[in-house]
């Protein structure tokens, strides 16, 4: 903390008790000054030498035949005039921060001015502000705090805006160029940590996070803080997420916790001013406002307080720009008379109905029709938010207050699109049918209407089947998909398994035809062509023939094509394909074929029986 020593004489001024000052000196006192309710007895020549003021005072008392000033409405009051007083005497004054605007402001009001006097106090005041107060930064917001107690003063001497400047200009400094205290509690977040380039040395340097000013003018009045905000943000270089910070820290620091302190009559008029500042505070981009949750909280408070409509529809419209980041928790308002439910619903499904809606238009602008649904399905946040409802209404579910028009109604907020899955909404709907037993067949039938069983997974599909609180028409229709559902998976194995056999019959065909062409063996053609000539020679070749077939590499096809022959076969007859035209290249004798055919066909219609039951 700065200071600035005036004077050089011992201060000497005594206190006689009962309100009365004075200055010890051989020469008497021609001067009563009276300051609120303490009298000072001084002397004329140092006071008149240094203020204008007291200089007509004094004429104007001498005219009336008195010695007595009365100063009415004296700024810094007591000890602001001391500090003056005790400058004119030559003695010594120290000046600080914390009573610097005081001595200022008593300094103007006794018009203590280079007119009267060379180096005044004035002009003293003036130099230690500008040249130490304003380029402190803790000094700067100590004495904008006691600004506030000496306004209008303070105001008209623009200490009070300069004050505002210097902590504004702070800020917007780049935070590795910081070398002044400042106060920081919380955790420096990652992206906030500032290394230093090609260093030699393993080490990290004490990093400066870009919110690090946040705490520090957490302090001033809201009136104070509402200024220098608008300041900082006027200047253009801060991120609008420190911005954001800034406000939730300055909102936990004076927001009480508890609904009794928030809404006692004691409080609940600055509770509501303070709130509503933060609040037209707040960034109106979606990047850069405050997170959900934080939003969410303040809208609790003030419903809680009774702020006016146009502060909760700013914070309801930033909270539609960001309600895919919000938990289920942070939507759990409390509802406030007249209405009957825990939770205020209506709320809720008027964020929703704002998100949707600038979905939509976001979509439609951006997205041509054939795309939409491609567009819905992968749209992150639109999923999101279909999830939370989902959650929300698992948590309404259980209020007996909560009709089944205004379920419905929120139900119906979230498109098809945003659920891909219907878990979360049937386990809503059993939640609902079991606190609300009284509700009629025609009624938990509508309910359950809106819950698409071809959209519940198996485990959910398992759970539905065995529900005694659904209609029997939903247990039907679950068993009947799931019952598609497993034929389809049939299906798809047998399906599988076709394009394996026929896969591999070619891989088999080519194979044969790669290993004739490298053991040169002759095409039927040839053979056909060998039986004019000599029986020897044919006899040769078929010697020859044989040894061929005897070798290892040319059993394999044949016996490979016999067993992809049988499995195909079993297949093509269990699927009521004839596939046995394709099998007739085969090596097989017509014996062994035929007991094949048989086995597999009594085999098929076994099988056939069996689906039938």
């Known amino acids: 903390m700065k200071f600035m020593k005036l004077g050089s004489k011992q201060d000497t001024f005594q206190d006689q008790g009962k309100g009365v000052r004075y200055v010890p000196s051989e020469l008497a006192t021609d001067v009563t000054i009276i300051v609120g309710e303490v009298i000072f007895y001084l002397h004329k020549f140092p006071l008149l030498s240094k203020s204008n003021r007291l200089q007509r005072l004094v004429s104007k008392a001498n005219e009336e035949n008195s010695d007595e000033i009365q100063l009415v409405d004296f700024p810094g009051g007591l000890k602001a005039f001391e500090i003056c007083a005790k400058f004119c005497y030559g003695m010594t004054v120290t000046l600080n921060p914390y009573n610097v605007v005081a001595a200022r402001c008593a300094a103007e009001y006794l018009e203590m001015t280079e007119d009267v006097d060379r180096g005044n106090l004035i002009f003293k005041i003036e130099v230690f502000l500008n040249s130490s107060v304003f380029r402190s930064w803790k000094d700067s917001i100590i004495v904008l705090q006691t600004t506030k107690s000496l306004l209008p003063w303070s105001e008209d001497l623009k200490v009070v805006g300069r004050c505002i400047d210097s902590i504004a200009s702070k800020t917007s400094i780049d935070p590795s160029s910081i070398t002044w205290s400042y106060t920081y509690n919380r955790k420096v977040a990652v992206s906030d940590k500032i290394t230093e380039v090609g260093m030699k040395f393993p080490g990290k340097l004490e990093s400066v996070p870009k919110d690090w000013w946040v705490e520090d003018i957490c302090e001033l009045d809201i009136d104070l803080y509402k200024r220098v905000m608008v300041a900082v943000k006027s200047k253009g270089r801060m991120d609008g997420s420190v911005i954001s910070e800034a406000l939730r820290i300055y909102a936990m620091r004076w927001l009480p916790d508890s609904i009794e302190a928030l809404v006692s009559e004691a409080h609940s008029r600055r509770n509501k001013s303070l709130l509503e500042t933060i609040i037209c505070l707040l960034p109106s981009d979606k990047g850069v406002t405050c997170s959900c949750s934080f939003l969410l909280k303040l809208l609790k408070v003030a419903i809680l307080v009774g702020a006016d409509d146009s502060s909760r529809d700013a914070l309801v419209k930033s909270i539609s720009l960001k309600l895919d980041e919000a938990s289920v928790n942070d939507l759990l308002v409390p509802a406030r008379s007249p209405q009957t439910t825990v939770y205020d619903v209506n709320l809720v499904k008027c964020i929703v109905n704002r998100f949707m809606a600038r979905e939509r238009s976001s979509r439609d602008k951006n997205i041509s029709p054939k795309s ?242």
């Open 372 to 613: 939409t649904n491609d567009f819905i399905l992968g749209h992150a946040s639109w999923l999101k938010v279909g999830k939370l409802i989902d959650g929300y209404l698992a948590e309404i579910a259980r209020d007996p207050n909560v009709s089944l028009s205004i379920f419905i109604e929120l139900l119906q907020a979230i498109p098809e699109s945003a659920r891909p899955i219907h878990d979360a909404l049937y386990e809503a709907i059993d939640i609902y049918l079991q606190e609300h037993s009284s509700l009629t067949k025609a009624e938990r039938k509508h309910l359950c209407g809106f819950m698409d069983v071809r959209k519940l997974t198996m485990d959910a599909s398992m759970h539905a089947a065995q529900n005694e609180r659904l209609p029997l028409r939903t247990v039907v229709q679950v068993l009947f998909f799931e019952q598609i559902r497993a034929s389809a998976g049939v299906q798809a194995l047998n399906h599988r398994n076709t394009d394996a056999v026929d896969c591999t019959r070619k891989t088999e065909e080519y194979w044969q035809k790669t290993l004739l062409e490298k053991n040169n063996i002759p095409k039927p053609s040839s053979v056909i062509k060998m039986k004019g000539e000599d029986p020897q020679k044919n006899m040769k070749l078929v010697k020859k023939s044989s040894q061929n077939r005897s070798s290892g590499p040319q059993l394999l096809p044949s016996r490979s094509r016999r067993i992809f022959d049988k499995m195909f076969a079993g297949k093509a007859f269990g699927n009521r394909e004839n596939r046995s035209s394709e099998t007739s290249g085969s090596s097989q004798s017509p014996t062994s074929r035929s007991k094949g055919e048989m086995k597999f066909s009594s085999s098929s219609s076994r099988n056939r029986r069996h689906s039938i039951s």
